[in-house]
C-alpha cells in the first residue's frame, strides 16, 4: 500500500506541472524582427522605360513575423522641378520585400528611398507587442539615366 501511494505520489508531482505548463494561454514572446542591409536595383543601371525590381536586402531574416510594410520614393533632382514617383506596399511571409517602378523618359540623377513601417509578428516582439519595427542600414540608392543619343 506504501508503495502505490508513493507511486502515485511521484506521478502526481512529475505530471501536474506537465498538464498545467502545457494549458497556458500566455502568449509567447519569441518574435524578432528583420533587419535590412540595402536596397538593390535590378537592373544595377536602368536607362529610360526600364523596368527594375528593387529588393530590400536582408542582414538578418528575424524570427515569427508575417508582415512588413514599406514605402518608397523615387526622385529626381535639378535644374528643373523635382520629379518624384511614390509607392506604398506590404510583404507577407519571411521573404525579403521587392517592387517594381519604371524609370522615367527624362534624364538626370535620381534617387530611390526606402522607408520601413510596421512589422507584424505571428507570436509577440519582447516588448510585448504584436507590432515592431526593423532596421534598414542603407535606405537609398542613386543611378544616372543618360539621355539617349
Do not use: H
Not at 61 to 83: D, H, M, V
Not at 92 to 112: K, N, Q, R, S
Amino acid at each position: 500500500m506504501k508503495r502505490n501511494i508513493l507511486l502515485l505520489a511521484t506521478f502526481l508531482m512529475v505530471a501536474c506541472p506537465m498538464f498545467f505548463s502545457n494549458c497556458s494561454n500566455d502568449p509567447v514572446m519569441d518574435a524578432v524582427p528583420p533587419s535590412f542591409k540595402e536596397v538593390v536595383l535590378n537592373p544595377s543601371k536602368p536607362q529610360m522605360g526600364d523596368t527594375v525590381t528593387a529588393t530590400i536586402k536582408f542582414l538578418s531574416q528575424g524570427k515569427s513575423w508575417y508582415k512588413i510594410a514599406y514605402k518608397w520614393t523615387l526622385s529626381r533632382y535639378g535644374q528643373e522641378a523635382q520629379y518624384t514617383i511614390k509607392g506604398e506596399q506590404s510583404s507577407l511571409e519571411m521573404v525579403e520585400p521587392t517592387f517594381t517602378f519604371v524609370v522615367p523618359d527624362t534624364a538626370g540623377m535620381y534617387t530611390l528611398r526606402v522607408n520601413l513601417g510596421t512589422v507584424q509578428a505571428a507570436s509577440l516582439f519582447p516588448n510585448g507587442s504584436p507590432n515592431g519595427s526593423a532596421t534598414l542600414e542603407n535606405n537609398s540608392v542613386t543611378f544616372t539615366v543618360k539621355a539617349k543619343e
